[in-house]
Structures are given as structure tokens and as C-alpha cells.
């Protein structure tokens, strides 16, 4: 979510009954500003909070002009201090998949590569590298994966210019309550997988300067995301099943919208039992 | 004319408007072209009835009033919203202006928490001011949110007055507000909630009398059956396994009621009581709450109840497993004879201590031994006082002399549990992750800190402590942590027909190969006994003939 409506937007996705301490809301306010203009970051979001077994990740979010473009992306233990990740790969990913169980709140610690997969230790051996998985690359990788798979936007808040970068959409004046509750009116912002399949007649329908992006109604599997109004209707709150913590608001027609995890940090396997 | 995309620069140069035209432009022709143009823009479009110039009019008005920057960028979408404005005020006159949200309805309901009830007088308020079962909520609340938990306050505050409600409908002696459970469709809030003695008899009482009557009915089919038994199929020998009875209401699983309502200002259902089969069952599933009570539970093993008994069980496993307080805060209760303890069961009642000394919050974050639990664990059985199934009673025992005796199955062990107020260093942990994780709220101001629990088995589950103050609260999905996958029971293995004996044993059948043979045999036999009568009365007649 925006740092810059970071107290109220708190506010609203308190329906989970996470949030944040009155103490970190107000180093969040300060520390979020310097990040923007020490890193130069046009916009900061701050991305939430995965709890570890002996602390936690508080991660913030950093946007240039493009906003469709790789974010940076940082993290800290007690919200003052921050420090800048590295990018996430594809080899970071697949290693940390491999990882079960909680994170420990060490960024250093590492985990035994053995126990996980002997073959791929062996040849990790073989080239002289140490079969061990750090922390930071674990929490990288999911942050990847929790963003690619479940970080989302309401139609028609971006907008896509014709040269290929991607802006908010000063036009945009928030979802109406009808199409609020319809998974259809929430994008996926990240690269579109499943636009290419469209048929052609769907492909007419779509207006390329706000649909370039993949929409919620074809998630698998289907169900995985429950749409509910708190606060008497006046907030439209989704939450992730597949990734247990994440919770997008949206206040209906007005600009107020916004995702953030407080979680674990696990992806929630057992989903297809639980429905 | 059609509208005609040209190249870029055509329509500049056109006789008698460049401003590189020499010629002095007639005026006359001028005011002329100017009254043409202006005729065309006047024009009304046959589709949809607006003119080019009213609507450049309103844009042009609209963009001078709002003044947005970059105007030029957004110049087609004010366009657009422009003649969107139009087409509404034109649907306005077809409908109501007024659309009634859903959102007021509910607006409505939250208001009526906030009006007192008007028939009181001042002597109820005096009483209210005194001892009051209510919940001070908001203060708990602002001592989880220094551990950043908690919903928002004006949530809290409309919890709050909807627990106000519900004691002034139900004769309760303690409440408390429990947590939060998330659904699909919708969430539940949960208040545990101790009635006065004396209040809960008339639900057993009506069911007492069912079973009676149930009763009077079975003699009477039995007579019935009497007569018919020369003609029934043989009865099955299966005694399916006893079913353990659930614990008393007050006691065990059972001492707390609950309440639950989806959202504050919605009216409150009672939970009906969890009995131990719901419990087993429990552990073995993992399903989502949907938000509605009568929702079933499709799962397997099959869950004996609907999503209400699904949801007191998890309710159940979850105070047994997390509602903590610190050490000292509850001790024993005093009574007489303490030492005769029946089957080893221990104590299961606790109270308050009135020399309650708090320890400082670093002691309390420090150690996982200053805190203990207060509410008694549940054994593997699902009740949390262990019960013997196939214990008889006198009555059973003179019954079974005159009936033949059934095999007797092994004797159970007896179950045993954790005792009530263990500390939770004795919890023990999943893989190498602790039970709890302890931390003060804050570094900074240590001296103003508050030492909060955070539970690593049931995430969602939360204590904190601060001086005298205590609390437990629960927000969550209602599942319990597993590193590893669920995996769901599989079905048992398909059941013999019959026990396997030496009376009775199952061969197979004669394949047609051996029955031939079989056959060949037997025929061969019985010719071979044949001859034999041949040659015997073919040497009567000789012998006859010799004579």
C-alpha cells in the first residue's frame, strides 16, 4: 500500500486482526519518506510483514517511472534501518521452494541444503559451491512469488501508454460497489500469462490502455481468493487463501485501494482440502 | 463528408486563411465562413442527438473550472466523462434517483447498537456501574495493539457494545471476548461466556424427557419382535465401537459457552455443546469456515455435525491449547480431602488469586515457565477428564449373567494429560520450532512495555501480560500449524465376511478340468462295480445250472 496513506489504509484491512504498533506506524511514516529520497523511488510502498520464528521482515517497496518495471525491494527488523535485496532469479526461486517450514528472523541464518534435495547438494559440492540456503535469498524468493501470484489492483487503475510504460490512472474514480465484488474487476500486476490465450471475440472486448494485465477470475484454483464487505459494506476486503496473510481493500468509489501481507511467509499447500 | 484522416499540415494553407496571405480577406466572406462554420457545429448528430458545439462548450467549461494539469494528455477522457454525464441526466428521469445501498441497511443495524434502551430507570444504571459481567474490550484492545494486533478500534467498539447487548438478553455471570474467525462468505466473532448456576438446567431437562419417551417406545417394539422371531435372517454380530459420552456443561470441553454472531449489531446464536467424536474428528480435517452456521462439512472422515459443531470444536482445541496466563494469577481451589484423587484425574477447577504478585515484563518474556495454561488440554479421547467405556454399571453386570457372554474387548488404558496450570516450557515444540514466541512490545520504552505470546502451533493466538493485566484473544482461520502437507485419513481396509476357522475355510472352486476328471472317476467306479455284479450273477446261474 501507498506510504503516504499507510495510517488509514491500516484502518481498514484490520479485519484480520493483524496490523501494526503504534510505535512502528510512526517510524513507518518517517523512515518510508527517507527511503524515497535516498533510493529516488517515484512512489514507496510499504509491502508488509512476514513474521519470523524469532522476529520479523518488515519489507518496503520501491516504484520508479515504470511503474510495470521490476521493483526494488527492501526489508528491515525493526523498521528504522533498511536494507536493499537483491533481484530475484529464477534459480532463487526454485532453490527456496524447496524450503519448509517457518522463517527464523535470522537473515543470516542458513539453511542445511542436504536435508532437502541430496542430488542437487552433490552437484553443488562438485562445483565447489556450499549447499546452503540463506535467509535473505529464501525471503527474496517469496517475496517474488507472493507478489507474482497474488498481488493485485482494481481495474482501470493503471494504464498502459502507448510507448509501453505503465502509470496510475489520474482518471481512475474507484470501483463501483457492483463491480467491486466481481473477481473480474481485479488484475494481477505482473507480467500477464493467460492474455495470449484469449480468443479473438474476448480480445475485442478489451480496451489495451487498461486491460494488458491478468484478471482474477481464472485463478487456479478457482476459489482461492474470498470477497467480503467489512465495516458495513463500506470497505470491499479480498483475501488470499493460497498465501494465508495477504488482504486488499478497496474503498468503492474512491481512490482508496491497496494489498499488504502479514504472514507467515508459506504458501498455504493444503488449499485444495480446505475448500 | 465523411470525416477524412488526412497527412498532417493539410486544411493550414487554404486560401484566404493562411497568415501568410497577402490578400486582406474580405470581411463580409469572412463573417460569412465564420457563421457557416459555427451552422455546422450547431448541427445535431442524428445518433445521438448532441452538436460538436455544446459539447466542446462543456468541456472547454468543465477543463477551466477544474483546471488539471496536463490537460492535453487527458483531453479524450474528459471528453468521454463529459458525455457520460450527458446520457445519465437523460436515465434519470426513467428511475429513481435514490438507490438503496445494501450499505444503509447495515448502516441501520450498527446504529441500533449505539441507542440505550429507553425503559430503563436510574436505579438499573446504578447496578450497571457496579460489577458488571461486561468486558472492559477496549482496554484489552489497546494493550494488543502495542504488539500491533488487533482489529481497528471503531470495529472493537462496535464489539463491545454488541457484547453490552448480548448480556442484557442472557443471564451471564462472565463474559469475555474471544477472537476472531475468518470464512469465505463471512467472519465470525466469538464470545466465551460462563452463565450463572442454576441457569442452564431447562435445556437437559427437555432433553431428558425425549429420552424417556424414547424408551417407552423400545419396550413396546420389543414385544412385537418377540412374537417374529421364528422367522428373522440371522443377526449381525457387530457391536459397533461405544460411543463416549459428551462432558457435562459446566465441566471440561464443555465449561464455557459460546457465542457467535457474523457481524456486531447481527443477532447472537448460541453454540450448541462439542462432543468428543466432534473432537476426534476435528483433528483429523481441515476445512475453511464458509460464515454460515448451518453450512455442512463435506470431508472425510466425516465430520458428525454441521460447520456450528465444526466451529465449537476448533473453538474447543483452541482454548485448550492457547489460553495462557501468568504464573500465580490462578491457583487451586482449596477444598477438603484433596488427596483422594479419583483414577488420578487432578484438579479441574482454578480461581482467581487474590496475593497475586506480577513479575516484571522481562522476566516474563524471558522464560517460557512464567506463564501457565488455565484451561485443561483435552486427551486423545476428546473429552478432557478420561472415561472408561466398558466400565459397567451393577444393572449392566446382572444383565450380561443371563445373556451369553460376547467377547470382551481389551480394556482401554487410561489416557493421560498434562495437568491444569503447566507452564508452558513443558509445551513442546514442531520440529525445531518453540511452542511460543515471546516478545516485549517495545525496545525502546522497556520501562512501559508489554511481554506478549505468540502462539507457534495455532498462529493467530495471542497473550500478553503487564503488570495485573492479562488477556487471550484469537484471530485467525482457525487451523492449526503443520509443516507438512495434510494428508487426509485414508479409508480403512474393506471388512472380512466372515472370521476364517477351521470349521470353515474357503477353497477354491473345482476348476472344469477337475470336475471332468472327478466325473471320469466316479463313472469308471460304478462300472467297475458293475462287472463285478455281472461276474457274480453270471456264476449263480452257473452254479444253478450245475444243480
Given at each position: 500500500?501507498?506510504?503516504?496513506?499507510?495510517?488509514?489504509?491500516?484502518?481498514?484491512?484490520?479485519?484480520?486482526?493483524?496490523?501494526?504498533?503504534?510505535?512502528?506506524?510512526?517510524?513507518?511514516?518517517?523512515?518510508?519518506?527517507?527511503?524515497?529520497?535516498?533510493?529516488?523511488?517515484?512512489?514507496?510502498?510499504?509491502?508488509?510483514?512476514?513474521?519470523?520464528?524469532?522476529?520479523?521482515?518488515?519489507?518496503?517497496?520501491?516504484?520508479?517511472?515504470?511503474?510495470?518495471?521490476?521493483?526494488?525491494?527492501?526489508?528491515?527488523?525493526?523498521?528504522?534501518?533498511?536494507?536493499?535485496?537483491?533481484?530475484?532469479?529464477?534459480?532463487?526461486?526454485?532453490?527456496?521452494?524447496?524450503?519448509?517450514?517457518?522463517?527464523?528472523?535470522?537473515?543470516?541464518?542458513?539453511?542445511?541444503?542436504?536435508?532437502?534435495?541430496?542430488?542437487?547438494?552433490?552437484?553443488?559440492?562438485?562445483?565447489?559451491?556450499?549447499?546452503?540456503?540463506?535467509?535473505?535469498?529464501?525471503?527474496?524468493?517469496?517475496?517474488?512469488?507472493?507478489?507474482?501470484?497474488?498481488g493485485i489492483i482494481p481495474r482501470g487503475a493503471f494504464v498502459k501508454t502507448p510507448l509501453g510504460s505503465v502509470h496510475e490512472n489520474r482518471n481512475f474514480e474507484?470501483?463501483?460497489?457492483?463491480?467491486?465484488?466481481?473477481?473480474?474487476?481485479?488484475?494481477?500486476?505482473?507480467?500477464?500469462?493467460?492474455?495470449?490465450?484469449?480468443?479473438?471475440?474476448?480480445?475485442?472486448?478489451?480496451?489495451?490502455?487498461?486491460?494488458?494485465?491478468?484478471?482474477?477470475?481464472?485463478?487456479?484454483?478457482?476459489?482461492?481468493?474470498?470477497?467480503?464487505?467489512?465495516?458495513?459494506?463500506?470497505?470491499?476486503?479480498?483475501?488470499?487463501?493460497?498465501?494465508?496473510?495477504?488482504?486488499?481493500?478497496?474503498?468503492?468509489?474512491?481512490?482508496?485501494?491497496?494489498?499488504?501481507?502479514?504472514?507467515?511467509?508459506?504458501?498455504?499447500?493444503?488449499?485444495?482440502?480446505?475448500? | 463528408?465523411?470525416?477524412?484522416?488526412?497527412?498532417?499540415?493539410?486544411?493550414?494553407?487554404?486560401?484566404?486563411?493562411?497568415?501568410?496571405?497577402?490578400?486582406?480577406?474580405?470581411?463580409?466572406?469572412?463573417?460569412?465562413?465564420?457563421?457557416?462554420?459555427?451552422?455546422?457545429?450547431?448541427?445535431?448528430?442524428?445518433?445521438?442527438?448532441?452538436?460538436?458545439?455544446?459539447?466542446?462548450?462543456?468541456?472547454?467549461?468543465?477543463?477551466?473550472?477544474?483546471?488539471?494539469?496536463?490537460?492535453?494528455?487527458?483531453?479524450?477522457?474528459?471528453?468521454?466523462?463529459?458525455?457520460?454525464?450527458?446520457?445519465?441526466?437523460?436515465?434519470?428521469?426513467?428511475?429513481?434517483?435514490?438507490?438503496?445501498?445494501?450499505?444503509?441497511?447495515?448502516?441501520?443495524?450498527?446504529?441500533?447498537?449505539?441507542?440505550?434502551?429507553?425503559?430503563?430507570?436510574?436505579?438499573?444504571?446504578?447496578?450497571?456501574?457496579?460489577?458488571?459481567?461486561?468486558?472492559?474490550?477496549?482496554?484489552?484492545?489497546?494493550?494488543?495493539?502495542?504488539?500491533?494486533?488487533?482489529?481497528?478500534?471503531?470495529?472493537?467498539?462496535?464489539?463491545?457494545?454488541?457484547?453490552?447487548?448480548?448480556?442484557?438478553?442472557?443471564?451471564?455471570?462472565?463474559?469475555?471476548?474471544?477472537?476472531?474467525?475468518?470464512?469465505?462468505?463471512?467472519?465470525?466473532?466469538?464470545?466465551?461466556?460462563?452463565?450463572?448456576?442454576?441457569?442452564?438446567?431447562?435445556?437437559?431437562?427437555?432433553?431428558?424427557?425425549?429420552?424417556?419417551?424414547?424408551?417407552?417406545?423400545?419396550?413396546?417394539?420389543?414385544?412385537?419382535?418377540?412374537?417374529?422371531?421364528?422367522?428373522?435372517?440371522?443377526?449381525?454380530?457387530?457391536?459397533?465401537?461405544?460411543?463416549?459420552?459428551?462432558?457435562?456443561?459446566?465441566?471440561?470441553?464443555?465449561?464455557?459457552?459460546?457465542?457467535?454472531?457474523?457481524?456486531?449489531?447481527?443477532?447472537?446464536?448460541?453454540?450448541?455443546?462439542?462432543?468428543?467424536?466432534?473432537?476426534?474428528?476435528?483433528?483429523?480435517?481441515?476445512?475453511?469456515?464458509?460464515?454460515?452456521?448451518?453450512?455442512?462439512?463435506?470431508?472425510?472422515?466425516?465430520?458428525?455435525?454441521?460447520?456450528?459443531?465444526?466451529?465449537?470444536?476448533?473453538?474447543?482445541?483452541?482454548?485448550?491449547?492457547?489460553?495462557?496466563?501468568?504464573?500465580?494469577?490462578?491457583?487451586?481451589?482449596?477444598?477438603?480431602?484433596?488427596?483422594?484423587?479419583?483414577?488420578?484425574?487432578?484438579?479441574?477447577?482454578?480461581?482467581?488469586?487474590?496475593?497475586?504478585?506480577?513479575?516484571?515484563?522481562?522476566?516474563?518474556?524471558?522464560?517460557?515457565?512464567?506463564?501457565?495454561?488455565?484451561?485443561?488440554?483435552?486427551?486423545?479421547?476428546?473429552?478432557?477428564?478420561?472415561?472408561?467405556?466398558?466400565?459397567?454399571?451393577?444393572?449392566?453386570?446382572?444383565?450380561?449373567?443371563?445373556?451369553?457372554?460376547?467377547?470382551?474387548?481389551?480394556?482401554?488404558?487410561?489416557?493421560?494429560?498434562?495437568?491444569?496450570?503447566?507452564?508452558?516450557?513443558?509445551?513442546?515444540?514442531?520440529?525445531?520450532?518453540?511452542?511460543?514466541?515471546?516478545?516485549?512490545?517495545?525496545?525502546?520504552?522497556?520501562?512501559?512495555?508489554?511481554?506478549?505470546?505468540?502462539?507457534?502451533?495455532?498462529?493467530?493466538?495471542?497473550?500478553?501480560?503487564?503488570?495485573?493485566?492479562?488477556?487471550?484473544?484469537?484471530?485467525?482461520?482457525?487451523?492449526?500449524?503443520?509443516?507438512?502437507?495434510?494428508?487426509?485419513?485414508?479409508?480403512?481396509?474393506?471388512?472380512?465376511?466372515?472370521?476364517?476357522?477351521?470349521?470353515?475355510?474357503?477353497?477354491?472352486?473345482?476348476?472344469?478340468?477337475?470336475?471332468?476328471?472327478?466325473?471320469?472317476?466316479?463313472?469308471?467306479?460304478?462300472?467297475?462295480?458293475?462287472?463285478?455284479?455281472?461276474?457274480?450273477?453270471?456264476?449263480?446261474?452257473?452254479?444253478?445250472?450245475?444243480?
Open positions: 500500500m501507498e506510504a503516504a496513506s499507510l495510517l488509514a489504509a491500516l484502518e481498514l484491512v484490520a479485519g484480520g486482526g493483524a496490523g501494526l504498533s503504534p510505535e512502528k506506524r510512526a517510524v513507518l511514516g518517517s523512515s518510508l519518506l527517507l527511503l524515497q529520497r535516498d533510493y529516488r523511488f517515484e512512489r514507496v510502498w510499504f509491502w508488509g510483514c512476514i513474521q519470523g520464528v524469532r522476529g520479523a521482515y518488515y519489507i518496503a517497496e520501491g516504484l520508479g517511472p515504470d511503474r510495470a518495471a521490476p521493483r526494488s525491494r527492501l526489508y528491515s527488523l525493526n523498521c528504522v534501518e533498511w536494507s536493499l535485496l537483491p533481484p530475484a532469479t529464477k534459480e532463487m526461486v526454485g532453490q527456496a521452494e524447496q524450503l519448509k517450514g517457518r522463517f527464523q528472523g535470522d537473515p543470516s541464518f542458513e539453511y542445511e541444503y542436504t536435508e532437502i534435495n541430496a542430488e542437487d547438494a552433490e552437484r553443488l559440492i562438485e562445483d565447489g559451491k556450499e549447499p546452503m540456503i540463506k535467509e535473505e535469498v529464501r525471503l527474496v524468493a517469496t517475496i517474488e512469488q507472493i507478489d507474482r501470484a497474488v474507484g470501483l463501483s460497489l457492483t463491480e467491486a465484488k466481481k473477481l473480474s474487476s481485479y488484475f494481477h500486476f505482473t507480467e500477464p500469462v493467460n492474455l495470449k490465450n484469449k480468443t479473438l471475440l474476448e480480445k475485442a472486448d478489451l480496451d489495451p490502455s487498461t486491460d494488458f494485465l491478468d484478471s482474477l477470475e481464472h485463478d487456479i484454483p478457482q476459489g482461492s481468493w474470498t470477497v467480503q464487505l467489512e465495516k458495513g459494506g463500506t470497505v470491499v476486503v479480498l483475501r488470499s487463501l493460497l498465501w494465508l496473510g495477504l488482504t486488499f481493500y478497496h474503498v468503492p468509489m474512491t481512490k482508496q485501494y491497496g494489498y499488504i501481507y502479514f504472514g507467515s511467509g508459506e504458501k498455504n499447500l493444503d488449499l485444495p482440502f480446505m475448500m | 463528408g465523411p470525416y477524412q484522416p488526412h497527412e498532417p499540415g493539410y486544411g493550414l494553407y487554404q486560401s484566404g486563411y493562411s497568415p501568410y496571405d497577402d490578400q486582406i480577406p474580405d470581411p463580409k466572406s469572412r463573417t460569412l465562413a465564420i457563421q457557416n462554420a459555427k451552422a455546422y457545429l450547431l448541427k445535431s448528430s442524428t445518433t445521438s442527438g448532441l452538436n460538436l458545439y455544446d459539447h466542446l462548450a462543456s468541456m472547454l467549461t468543465k477543463i477551466l473550472d477544474e483546471q488539471p494539469t496536463n490537460a492535453v494528455d487527458i483531453i479524450e477522457n474528459i471528453s468521454k466523462d463529459v458525455k457520460w454525464a450527458q446520457f445519465q441526466k437523460k436515465m434519470d428521469t426513467l428511475r429513481d434517483e435514490h438507490e438503496i445501498l445494501p450499505t444503509f441497511e447495515a448502516a441501520e443495524k450498527r446504529k441500533a447498537l449505539f441507542l440505550t434502551a429507553n425503559g430503563e430507570g436510574d436505579e438499573e444504571l446504578e447496578e450497571e456501574i457496579g460489577e458488571t459481567p461486561l468486558p472492559n474490550v477496549m482496554e484489552t484492545a489497546f494493550y494488543f495493539e502495542q504488539a500491533g494486533i488487533g482489529l481497528s478500534k471503531d470495529e472493537s467498539y462496535h464489539i463491545f457494545l454488541a457484547l453490552k447487548k448480548l448480556i442484557s438478553v442472557q443471564p451471564i455471570k462472565i463474559c469475555r471476548f474471544w477472537g476472531k474467525i475468518l470464512g469465505l462468505e463471512m467472519n465470525y466473532i466469538i464470545a466465551e461466556v460462563q452463565y450463572y448456576e442454576g441457569e442452564e438446567e431447562e435445556e437437559t431437562e427437555e432433553e431428558e424427557v425425549i429420552e424417556e419417551g424414547g424408551k417407552g417406545m423400545d419396550e413396546v417394539e420389543d414385544e412385537d419382535e418377540e412374537k417374529e422371531k421364528e422367522d428373522e435372517p440371522p443377526k449381525s454380530t457387530y457391536k459397533p465401537p461405544p460411543v463416549i459420552p459428551e462432558e457435562e456443561n459446566g465441566t471440561g470441553a464443555n465449561k464455557y459457552v459460546y457465542f457467535v454472531c457474523n457481524e456486531p449489531g447481527k443477532p447472537w446464536v448460541k453454540l450448541p455443546p462439542v462432543t468428543p467424536a466432534q473432537i476426534v474428528c476435528a483433528r483429523k480435517i481441515k476445512k475453511f469456515f464458509t460464515g454460515r452456521l448451518d453450512a455442512p462439512v463435506v470431508s472425510f472422515p466425516p465430520f458428525p455435525g454441521n460447520e456450528a459443531n465444526y466451529l465449537r470444536a476448533q473453538i474447543a482445541r483452541i482454548s485448550a491449547g492457547t489460553q495462557v496466563s501468568p504464573i500465580g494469577f490462578y491457583q487451586f481451589v482449596e477444598e477438603e480431602g484433596d488427596e483422594e484423587e479419583e483414577g488420578g484425574g487432578g484438579r479441574d477447577t482454578c480461581e482467581e488469586n487474590p496475593d497475586f504478585q506480577p513479575l516484571s515484563v522481562a522476566e516474563m518474556v524471558d522464560s517460557l515457565s512464567t506463564w501457565v495454561h488455565h484451561v485443561q488440554s483435552i486427551l486423545k479421547q476428546g473429552r478432557c477428564v478420561w472415561f472408561n467405556p466398558f466400565q459397567k454399571s451393577e444393572e449392566e453386570e446382572e444383565e450380561e449373567e443371563e445373556e451369553e457372554k460376547a467377547e470382551e474387548p481389551d480394556e482401554l488404558q487410561q489416557e493421560t494429560g498434562p495437568p491444569l496450570l503447566t507452564p508452558l516450557s513443558e509445551d513442546e515444540g514442531i520440529q525445531n520450532i518453540p511452542a511460543w514466541t515471546a516478545q516485549p512490545s517495545t525496545n525502546l520504552i522497556p520501562q512501559h512495555a508489554v511481554a506478549v505470546l505468540q502462539s507457534n502451533r495455532w498462529p493467530g493466538a495471542y497473550a500478553f501480560a503487564s503488570g495485573k493485566k492479562f488477556g487471550n484473544i484469537y484471530f485467525g482461520w482457525g487451523h492449526k500449524y503443520s509443516p507438512e502437507n495434510h494428508t487426509p485419513a485414508l479409508p480403512p481396509p474393506v471388512q472380512a465376511e466372515y472370521p476364517s476357522e477351521p470349521e470353515i475355510t474357503e477353497t477354491r472352486d473345482p476348476t472344469l478340468e477337475e470336475e471332468l476328471a472327478f466325473k471320469a472317476a466316479k463313472e469308471a467306479a460304478l462300472a467297475a462295480v458293475e462287472e463285478e455284479e455281472d461276474e457274480e450273477d453270471v456264476e449263480e446261474d452257473e452254479e444253478e445250472e450245475d444243480d
